[in-house]
């Protein structure tokens, strides 16, 4: 809706009103053709004023609307901005909150453009999978020039008040009330001749070199792109404002739009959009719900164990402004968690442009100075035995209601909640390596975890700048669960025929940031190792006989600890399933060894090698993970496949414009993934992760209902379980 009324005698004011964020669904493009008529046939009327309720401009086109063509009724927006651009009144946009993508597009179509200097504008269609096809490729080149312009569409990224009016995307930013200044300024420049006004007659500021600049952007967006289509079709409208006359690249706009439009990445990137907002709307088995359970505020936190993983969360806790302490018992890992905690705050506030946060952490060797805390995060070594040992010492020394969370990424969150006196006030906080970098936060429950606990990590996650999602107890939770059979296919396919670098390779392909392999060199193959120890699972030699590469009955690939008996840790070593010129560094190559490594150990094992393709590469491991996924709905440990998939985009690279393994999974069709796994699942009956869940079967069974309906069939399933 709009709301339109006269203010000062002669500006024409204009409201778009339509929460939560004025987005310009067809009922405000009805208002605004309506009321714009009103205000330029009203001879009162001298200038106008465009802006937004509750302080917020527009967050442009309504995504929702986008989801069937059918949906897309009403005035269309191009001509809706051109009518305002071709007006004869002045038109000015008052800029509160945001002006994102079509509202952006809607304020470039007036004549100028005040904001205030809270706000921040873009154009982040890209990140939905589209371009600015409301003449925001074909403005904003014309207005800032081809670089800036490329920079932002290509990217979508959200920029200042103050970057705005560097750039001169804005003519002025006002610190108090925009409307104000807005109506202002419309009264000063009534009357005044409107020809240097209207962007769409301009012409693109001149660029040296433009053909090698658009080469080099367009190689850059294909480097970074891994796949996505919408980067390059952003790169290659701009080149069209560049090049070709106004009306001439709006029909290039058009016709890029269109094949964006309806393509799969779109839906996955506006799937992922509303995913990303559904998880913060947490809820547990119990009912317990985002809604309903408030939390308390946290004033002072400690970190115990400053590691890698420990100095990460340390920096990412002090960012958010709270008072930290950093607790290490080890001499050597403290002098050193000092300096490395310091340098990384420093980086931090370079890139942000934020002071320092340096004076809330006091660091201490002993736990003792954890006592007057409001929550803990343990961050030791990822050992049972020690991380036990550390809850008992915290029960002892914490305040009572203190709470108290453990950054493993695999081990027995309720175990450890078992050690305390409160053991409700107890949850996992996985964390991401880097932890200061990376957004994900896996906030684990427990059955007897407190709602207050989890609203208040989940809010914490979000003062942290994380995207947190709220998951039950298992090993693994969901991300490390999930991981297990992935990672396991990648090693049975070595064993039947593939290398490190076809299996690599097909999963970059498929836009991975890094294959699996790649991953493992880079955390380090140890790390498994020693999990594998602990279990039992680990046989000198990789073992012999038949039952080498069987383990309680399933297949078992020892091909990891055989590559740990070499010294073969990874980067770290400089040795792993690549080699490396040097231990700790990044650049892979593939390592001759490798071939007799593999081709003896399948002679020892009267293994035949074959050749394997990318389609097998891909339906085995991703299938194999998504079936996992699939069980983790089954047990109720993810509330829904949003909370599965954000997990994937944001903790493990899977491609955000493939939308997330179950939403893949939905793309390709479940009868699809289920009759390939029942394939891959006769074929090697010794894998039962291959064995199609009964989840899977029971949607496919339902028709394959899209991923948002889901829910319902999980419910059903769960209830006769
Ligand atoms: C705006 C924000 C920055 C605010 O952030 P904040 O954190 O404050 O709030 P939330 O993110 O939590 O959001 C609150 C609430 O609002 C919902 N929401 C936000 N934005 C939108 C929106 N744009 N539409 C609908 N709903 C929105 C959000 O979901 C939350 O609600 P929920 O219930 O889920 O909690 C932040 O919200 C933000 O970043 N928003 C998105 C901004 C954005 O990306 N805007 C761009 C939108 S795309 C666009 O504008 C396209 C235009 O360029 C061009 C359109 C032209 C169309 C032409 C179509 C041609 C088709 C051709 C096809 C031809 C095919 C053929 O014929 O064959």
Wanted: aromatic share 6%; net charge positive; hydrophobic share 40%.
């Amino acid at each position: 809706m709009t709301q339109y009324s006269r203010v000062s005698g002669s500006v024409g004011l204009i409201t778009l009103k339509n929460p939560p964020v004025n987005q310009l669904s067809a009922v405000v493009r009805h208002g605004i053709v309506d009321t714009v008529q009103k205000a330029l046939s009203d001879p009162k009327v001298k200038s106008v004023v465009i802006c937004g309720q509750n302080g917020m401009f527009c967050g442009g086109a309504d995504i929702k609307e986008f989801q069937t063509l059918a949906n897309m009724r009403g005035p269309p927006l191009i001509p809706m901005i051109h009518s305002i651009e071709a007006a004869d009144k002045p038109v000015v946009a008052a800029i509160e909150g945001g002006a994102f993508g079509g509202g952006l597009e809607l304020a470039l179509g007036c004549h100028y453009r005040i904001a205030h200097s809270k706000a921040k504008v873009g154009l982040p269609e890209v990140t939905l999978g589209l371009l600015p096809a409301a003449g925001g490729s074909q403005r904003l080149p014309r207005l800032i020039g081809v670089p800036a312009a490329l920079s932002l569409i290509t990217t979508g990224r959200h920029i200042t008040a103050a970057e705005a009016l560097q750039l001169g995307l804005v003519d002025q930013v006002a610190d108090h009330n925009t409307v104000d200044a807005a109506v202002k300024f419309a009264l000063s420049v009534a009357g005044q001749s409107l020809d240097a006004r209207r962007i769409s007659n301009f012409q693109c500021p001149p660029v040296p070199n433009m053909d090698a600049l658009f080469e080099d952007v367009m190689q850059k967006v294909r480097t970074t792109a891994r796949g996505a289509i919408a980067p390059i079709a952003c790169v290659q409208a701009v080149r069209a404002a560049a090049t070709l006359p106004y009306t001439q690249g709006m029909q290039r706009e058009k016709e890029l739009m269109a094949t964006l439009f309806t393509s799969g990445q779109a839906r996955a990137l506006q799937y992922c959009f509303f995913a990303q907002r559904v998880v913060g709307r947490w809820s547990m088995p119990s009912g317990a719900r985002w809604d309903t359970s408030k939390g308390r505020p946290i004033h002072k936190a400690a970190v115990i164990g400053l590691g890698t993983m420990g100095r990460g969360i340390t920096v990412a806790l002090a960012q958010t402004g709270l008072s930290v302490v950093a607790v290490e018992t080890q001499e050597k890992q403290f002098m050193e968690a000092k300096k490395a905690v310091s340098n990384m705050l420093e980086r931090g506030a370079k890139r942000s442009g934020k002071p320092l946060a340096h004076g809330k952490i006091t660091y201490s060797q002993s736990l003792q100075a954890v006592a007057d805390v409001d929550l803990v995060i343990e961050a030791v070594f990822e050992d049972m035995g020690l991380k036990k040992k550390v809850f008992q010492q915290l029960s002892a020394v914490c305040k009572p209601g203190t709470f108290l969370c453990t950054n493993t990424s695999t081990l027995d969150v309720d175990e450890l909640a078992s050690q305390t006196h409160q053991p409700e006030l107890v949850v996992g906080m996985h964390f991401f390596a880097p932890a200061h970098i990376m957004k994900l936060l896996e906030v684990v429950y427990g059955p007897r975890s407190s709602p207050e606990l989890v609203a208040v990590v989940m809010e914490l996650g979000k003062k942290m700048g994380k995207v947190s999602v709220a998951v039950g107890n298992c090993r693994g939770f969901v991300g490390n669960r999930m991981l297990k059979p992935y990672r396991d296919q990648a090693y049975f396919l070595l064993e039947e025929g593939a290398t490190p670098q076809l299996i690599d390779q097909a999963l970059e392909e498929f836009g991975f940031a890094m294959g699996a392999f790649k991953v493992s060199d880079l955390s380090g193959l140890d790390v498994g190792w020693k999990v594998r120890k602990e279990e039992g699972l680990v046989q000198p030699g990789g073992g012999s006989g038949k039952s080498a590469r069987i383990r309680n009955g399933v297949r078992y690939s020892p091909l990891g600890d055989l590559m740990c008996e070499q010294g073969r840790f990874g980067q770290k070593t400089g040795r792993g399933w690549y080699q490396y010129d040097k231990p700790g560094s990044r650049d892979a190559r593939p390592d001759p060894w490798m071939h007799s490594f593999l081709e003896e150990y399948r002679a020892r094992h009267g293994l035949v090698a074959r050749r394997i393709s990318n389609q097998e590469v891909l339906e085995r491991c991703l299938y194999a993970m998504i079936n996992e996924g699939f069980r983790v709905l089954e047990d109720g440990i993810a509330a829904g496949p949003e909370d599965i998939d954000i997990i994937y985009v944001f903790g493990y690279g899977w491609p955000r414009h493939r939308g997330g393994p179950m939403f893949y999974a939905n793309m390709v069709g479940l009868e699809i993934v289920l009759e390939r796994l029942e394939h891959y699942a006769q074929a090697n009956p010794d894998m039962p992760t291959l064995q199609p869940c009964s989840l899977l079967r029971k949607l496919v069974a339902s028709g394959s209902p899209p991923v948002n309906k889901w829910k319902e069939v999980i419910k059903n399933v769960r209830s006769q379980l």
